[in-house]
């Protein structure tokens, strides 16, 4: 077990190392970038980042230097603000996106399995059919169209819950539509997975078995069937992981939301280049850590993987 | 011979039919956006702000926030959306087709290499780094759809280096090396050639995908600029202005959706046609 | 048939009666199953007999219950004296794994690849007797040493997958044995395994009959039904075409199927380079029965008679019956 768990962090290394070095590639050698002279914005912030980032030094030199510094969690200074690091913003935004992000998952987990589940049983009945009809219409309607119709509907029509904001932080009602609207499209792709990987897990020859030893329906169900069943979803999470940070970014937007996504948005639109590098390489930490997290999972209720 | 097996199983399925039927629609409209609308796309009404709609007056889906008609707009962003889709799917076709050949057709470890390196990129969060570039290369409409061609050849290439691997063993492959043709040539003759099937396929999966990566970005403020529209620069606008008027969300909205799902409809019905093992 | 023999005037632990079973698909209605009759007391081994397809786990499955949705099971099946064709599902779940038992034909696909084999062996007491964790563990340690498993103790807490073919063959067994079933169905319990190993699962399911259980023995292997069953049932496209004491059909066999089965098996004396003299031709697809016997197209014996009317099961001597037009007469035992 142990080892299957070195395996996977040794093989997430070099998935991290391509990301960082493209961002730093990319910030250092686009024409028209920020170290392009003539483009920086103020003096103060040309002083910043000439002591930031040790232009005068050779390419590679500089490279270790900013390995060295990520490594400590230091982004560098922002380009366009003179007040605030990178660091500083992101470690502002997180907590937030962080609390929609893992509540938009847990959602669409509980329910999407559920609902692929219930498919799953009821197969080819109304009940399938509302399911099949629902995972479409989350997967065609995407996020940044579902968030502002549930703001216009819940938030502005009906006044039930308020249509945007995050409150002081601690306030439930400001979550609710946030949430639905970030886990939406995750519902429907757990949901859609997890009603054919049940339906096939319940065709595999052992279930056969499981009602020869004369289980009943439900513990076939759960004991046996479950587990095959949520083997696909359980893969799935690593690509949902970046489908719900991609979300959070609308989502944050259409709510005003201070997370790390309306920075980034805000960053990107103002070409703060520091920022924007900063957010896609800590992005990038958290996916390839969940892909992690996932994969170790994946090995845990798959005995075939990693036990001999 | 599997062609016509497939053309008959294509036609037998509704779903399938429905979604190219209103694919072809789409384009149509598109293309003709121009001639059946009846406004200029930024002709504005100074009398009509956040107007709803109007048969009479030809608006037929209202007006935005400045007095713009919606129709003429919301057929112009079908223009920009299906362009983005097209060319993007076109370049991603372009990297996708040669590395995977590559990587199939040679096979052993330079094919390892090449695999993983698509697995690493594959983890990536590509959207990002569509940012990242625009932030960059600057936010044009070129820029767009080179980008996000560039990073979405993955799944391409995935598929034709399968293809190639099977195809690398047939006889006619054989055949043509017993007779001295180079691995260029057995390539780009014999190859390439056999690969159109799972192609389409994979196309009319990476069209969506870059429509879809193209209305994020214009919603966000980061893709297409005023004064050219899509859908995803009229949804955000939408969205800005959906409490007085919510016509103009809910009709580019609905284009999107009736387009993703035509899609999606299209290449389900498409792959079940051409590979109906899967 | 047997219920009117003497020695049997008991009533027996199973009655097949016109059992039936049809599967609705795309292409036609398969009748797998077709009009089979047979009754087993206590004790008894029956074995069956047939080609690949010709009915054999559909009959097991039927008994089971284990059918899919899309088949369609007619006539009667009475186990110790209840009917279970149209049984709740409640009630046919407190017989099934207790009172009868399946041994899978496949034992690489029948087993959870994801729990391990005590989890799979303890749960059939758990669920039956309400034994504790503990005491159905105990419970599946000893099904395994019965099976002879060697160091069963650190199999239990095995996956399927770390043991070898031969092993999982026998867990399967200790799985359908765990609860001591008075019916045994086992589905070609030795094909896959090698001959030291098969000789042994044979063993084990003689004491299982030693120990007063009935069991049906399905096989391709006719040597396997002469060593271990009393009777025997020979199908062909779901079909019965012959049945018998074993030691009768054997020795004497009447329809020119089971003539060609018996004619198939190699012998010491047979000339390695001489291929074994197997039937000719294919099994009829079920789809496309012909009107008359279904063996016809393969029977030497065949006329114009066999392409017209099926044969019916005609009764002869104590325990036999044959469903041919042209079946051997025999020549009486002395
Ligand atoms: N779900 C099903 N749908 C349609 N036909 C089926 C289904 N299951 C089994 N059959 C058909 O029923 C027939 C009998 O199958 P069965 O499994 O009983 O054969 P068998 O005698 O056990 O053969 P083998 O020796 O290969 O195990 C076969 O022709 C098979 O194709
Ligand atoms: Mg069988």
Not at chain 1, 192 to 201: F, G, K, N, T
Not at chain 2, 130 to 143: D, E, F, K, W
Not at chain 3, 154 to 164: E, I, N, V
């Amino acid at each position: 077990m142990l080892s299957v768990v070195i395996k996977r962090v040794v093989g997430a290394i070099p998935t991290l190392f391509v990301i960082i070095t493209l961002t730093f590639l990319m910030m250092r050698l686009t024409p028209g970038g920020p170290f392009d002279t003539g483009r920086v914005a103020s003096p103060e912030v040309q002083a910043n980042l000439l002591h930031a980032y040790h232009l005068d030094e050779p390419l590679y030199l500089q490279y270790f230097r900013y390995l060295k510094d990520l490594a400590q969690g230091d982004f560098g200074p922002s380009f366009t603000s003179k007040d605030f690091t990178v660091t500083q913003l992101i470690r502002q935004g997180f907590p937030v996106s962080l609390q929609l992000g893992l509540s938009a998952m847990a959602l669409a987990i509980v329910v999407g399995l559920a609902l692929g589940t219930f498919g799953a049983l009821r197969r080819n009945q109304v009940a399938d059919h509302v399911v099949i009809a629902f995972s479409l219409v989350g997967i065609i309607i995407p996020n940044f169209v579902m968030a502002p119709i549930l703001t216009l509907i819940f938030g502005v029509t009906l006044q039930w819950l308020p249509a945007g904001g995050w409150g002081n932080g601690h306030q439930l009602a400001y979550k609710i539509l946030p949430v639905i609207a970030l886990a939406l499209p995750r519902i429907s792709s757990i949901a859609r997975l997890s009603r054919s990987s049940m339906i096939e897990a319940m065709q595999m020859p052992f279930i056969r078995t499981a009602y020869a030893k004369g289980l009943p329906r439900r513990l076939v169900l759960l004991r046996h069937a479950s587990r095959a069943a949520i083997l696909p979803v359980v893969s799935y999470l690593g690509p949902a992981t970046a489908g719900i940070i991609t979300g959070s970014i609308i989502v944050e937007q259409v709510f005003s939301i201070p997370g790390i996504g309306r920075y980034f948005v805000d960053a990107a639109i103002n070409r703060d280049y520091t920022l924007v590098s900063g957010v896609v390489i800590f992005y990038g930490c958290i996916i390839v850590l969940f892909n992690l997290i996932v994969d170790i999972l994946y090995g845990v209720l798959d005995p075939r993987i990693g036990r001999r | 011979m599997a062609v016509d097996n497939g053309w008959r199983r294509l036609r037998r399925n509704p779903a399938a039919m429905g979604g190219l039927i209103v694919l072809g629609a789409i384009v149509f409209l598109a293309l003709l956006g121009p001639c059946i609308s009846p406004h200029a796309i930024d002709e504005v009404f100074w009398d009509r702000i956040s107007a709803p709609p109007d048969f009479d007056a030809g608006f037929f889906f209202g007006t935005d926030a400045n007095g713009r008609d919606l129709f003429a707009r919301t057929l112009e962003g079908a223009r920009v959306s299906l362009l983005v889709g097209v060319s993007a799917s076109v370049i991603s076709l372009f990297i996708g087709v040669t590395y995977g050949a590559t990587a199939g057709y040679l096979g052993g470890r330079i094919d390892n290499v090449m695999m993983r390196i698509v697995d690493i990129l594959y983890s990536l969060p590509f959207v990002f780094f569509v940012i990242l570039l625009t932030v960059y290369v600057g936010r044009s409409l070129s820029t767009i759809f080179v980008t996000i061609g560039a990073v979405i050849w993955l799944d391409m290439a995935r598929i034709v280096r399968g293809q190639t691997l099977t195809l690398k063993q047939r006889e006619f492959v054989e055949a043509a090396r017993s007779l001295g043709a180079t691995d260029f040539r057995i390539l780009t003759r014999h190859i390439i050639p056999n690969l159109w099937g799972p192609v389409i396929i994979s196309m009319l999966l990476v069209i969506p995908d870059a429509i879809l990566t193209e209305s994020f970005l214009s919603f966000l403020g980061l893709g297409v600029q005023e004064p050219n529209t899509s859908w995803g620069v009229l949804i955000g606008d939408g969205a800005q202005n959906m409490m007085g008027a919510p016509w103009s969300l809910l009709f580019p909205g609905a284009f999107l959706a009736v387009t993703l799902l035509a899609f999606n409809f299209a290449g389900d019905g498409l792959r079940d046609a051409l590979d109906p093992r899967s | 048939m047997s219920q009117s023999t003497p020695e049997n005037t008991s009533v027996p632990l199973l009655a097949v009666s016109q059992l039936s079973t049809r599967f609705r698909t795309p292409g036609g209605v398969v009748p797998a199953v077709d009009d089979i009759s047979f009754s087993l007391c206590s004790g008894e081994t029956l074995g069956i007999v047939g080609e690949s397809g010709s009915g054999k786990s559909q009959t097991l499955f039927s008994i089971m219950g284990l059918l899919p949705p899309t088949a369609e099971t007619s006539g009667s099946i009475r186990f110790e004296g209840k009917e279970l064709l149209g049984l709740p599902p409640a009630e046919l779940n407190k017989l099934r794994g207790e009172r009868l038992a399946l041994v899978f034909q496949d034992p690489m696909t029948a087993l959870n690849p994801y729990l391990t084999v005590e989890r799979q062996l303890s749960e059939v007491v758990q669920y039956h007797h309400g034994l504790s964790r503990p005491a159905a563990r105990a419970e599946a340690l000893t099904a395994l040493r019965r099976v002879h498993i060697p160091e069963a103790e650190r199999q239990l807490d095995r996956y399927p997958h770390q043991l070898s073919g031969g092993m999982r063959q026998r867990v399967v067994i200790a799985m359908a044995m765990i609860a001591n079933p008075s019916l045994l169905l086992a589905d070609e319990p030795t094909t896959a395994l090698d001959v030291t190993i098969q000789a042994e699962i044979l063993d084990l399911l003689a004491e299982q009959r030693e120990a007063g259980a009935a069991i049906v023995l399905v096989t391709h292997d006719l040597g396997v039904v002469a060593r271990l069953c009393d009777r025997v049932m020979v199908m062909y496209a779901g079909k019965v075409v012959e049945e018998g004491r074993t030691s009768d059909v054997f020795r004497n066999p009447r329809h020119p199927y089971t003539q060609g089965l018996l004619a198939a098996i190699p012998r010491l004396d047979d000339d390695i380079h001489d291929p074994r003299k197997a039937i000719d031709g294919q099994p009829p697809d079920l789809l496309e029965l012909p009107p008359g016997c279904a063996f016809a197209p393969r029977c030497p014996l065949a006329g114009p008679d066999c392409r017209v009317t099926a044969p019916v099961l005609v009764p002869h001597g104590e325990l036999g019956a044959v469903a041919c037009h042209h079946a051997n007469p025999g020549v009486r035992p002395s």
